[in-house]
């Protein structure tokens, strides 16, 4: 499947903690679903990288 953005790890840490993984992975898919070319993991894997090659704050 290959990284998941944020807001999907997010998502997971939350089903964990109300022990609700199941719901929690559901609204995953749905996520990932909705967006086909995996967009937000794009664009944040490029926010990252921005920051790695980043010389001054």
């Known amino acids: 499947m290959g990284p998941n953005a944020a807001l999907c790890r997010t998502l997971?840490?939350?089903?964990?903690?109300?022990g609700d993984v199941a719901a929690a992975r559901k609204k995953v898919a749905a996520f990932y679903e909705?967006?086909?070319?995996?967009?937000?993991?794009?664009?944040?894997?490029?926010r990252l990288i921005d920051i790695a090659l980043t010389s001054e704050p």
């Not at 997971?12 to 109300?18: D, E, H, S």
């Not at 995996?38 to 664009?43: A, I, K, T």
């Open 34 to 46: 909705a967006d086909h070319n995996r967009r937000m993991v794009f664009e944040e894997l490029l």
């Open 12 to 18: 997971i840490a939350r089903g964990k903690a109300c």
